[in-house]
């Protein structure tokens, strides 16, 4: 019941910042930055080039959302995500027991890690906004890092709580086969036990 109602929040409060941004703030950005999408959601990564181009069609009124409401939602966002996916691998693993404790460990970490480097290329992006004139190509290429290392971390991590779960339904499924079997043989047992008694 305290997990439920636990992962019921957590889930609700990421979703709702996920929606924010998918649905309000990433578009107002993308729109306001002649249809370029911003920094955050380039899952590649992105070159020199690429973010001068970006920077220089942002409009004062897209960049104060990037700084403004996005900013705000992505400081709660990451966070959020990870505590919420480190949750369902602790669960997995108290579920599934020993057997998948270094695949949970390891997705904690994954999860942790990616929320990490969110945060630093969240300081990133924000620099490259602040900053006037022609962005540094040392600062582009840490944000262009952080961009991708969050990018990988989050994914290997929702691919590894996708083969837990799956583990977890295959065992779970082939304990709940097994049952009628074991029953039936606890059952025959004790009647073997009195005919040879009879003998």
């Known amino acids: ?24 703030t990433l578009p107002a950005i993308s729109a306001g930055a002649g249809g370029l999408a911003p920094l955050d959601t380039r899952a590649f990564g992105y070159s020199y080039d690429e973010v001068h181009a970006f920077l220089n069609a942002l409009t004062p009124h897209a960049r104060g959302i990037y700084l403004g409401p996005q900013r705000v939602l992505d400081m709660i966002f990451p966070g959020a995500m990870a505590l919420t996916l480190c949750l369902v691998f602790n669960r997995l693993h108290a579920k599934t027991g020993t057997s998948s404790s270094a695949a949970a460990l390891i997705g904690v970490g994954l999860a942790l890690g990616g929320a990490t480097a969110d945060y630093f290329e969240n300081m990133a992006v924000a620099r490259l906004l602040l900053t006037p004139g022609p962005p540094s190509v040392v ?51 004790p009647e073997a036990k009195v005919n040879s008694t009879d003998i």
């Open 1 to 24: 019941m305290r997990f439920t109602m636990l992962f019921a929040s957590l889930f609700a409060v990421t979703s709702f910042i996920y929606g924010a941004m998918i649905f309000w």
């Open 139 to 189: 600062l582009v290429d840490q944000a262009n890092q952080w961009t991708v290392i969050k990018v990988v971390s989050s994914w290997l991590a929702l691919l590894l709580l996708l083969g837990l779960g799956v583990l977890y339904l295959i065992s779970r499924k082939y304990k709940q086969s097994s049952e009628p079997g074991l029953r039936k043989i606890s059952e025959t047992r």
